[in-house]
């Protein structure tokens, strides 16, 4: 069974910090993309940033000299440091893992979310 299972989350003041991680299970972690993605209330769920396999990152541009992906192969673990938050970071983030084999055949899986508010 597919599982990845986000923590981490919860009440934290502007400018304070969170560490959310993504244990994965069921999959060979070091071969997927892994992601986190958020969604606020109303809102259409958007890409936070993504790293590949081998440590390549990509970020919202939201986002960017704030928060920081990163990943242990040996763990199956994903983590995001999400540094100097602000009261628009505050949305559900999900963990993603994305896999396109050969034959172009797409493996994508979520995790249940996680609830990060920034809030005085």
């Known amino acids: 069974q597919v599982q990845l299972v986000e923590s981490g989350g919860g009440l934290v003041q502007p400018g304070g910090s969170l560490r959310l991680s993504c244990a994965a299970s069921g999959i060979i972690f070091s071969i997927y993309t892994m992601g986190w993605y958020r969604q606020a209330p109303g809102k259409q769920r958007e890409l936070v940033a993504t790293?590949?396999?081998?440590?390549?990152?990509n970020y919202a541009d939201s986002v960017k000299g704030r928060f920081t992906i990163s990943r242990d192969n040996v763990k199956n673990t994903l983590y995001l440091q999400m540094n100097s938050l602000k009261p628009e970071d505050t949305a559900v983030y999900y963990c993603n893992a994305d896999y396109v084999a050969r034959d172009a055949t797409r493996y994508q899986y979520w995790g249940q979310g996680t609830q990060v508010t920034v809030s005085s």
């Open positions: 790293i590949t396999g081998s440590g390549t990152t």
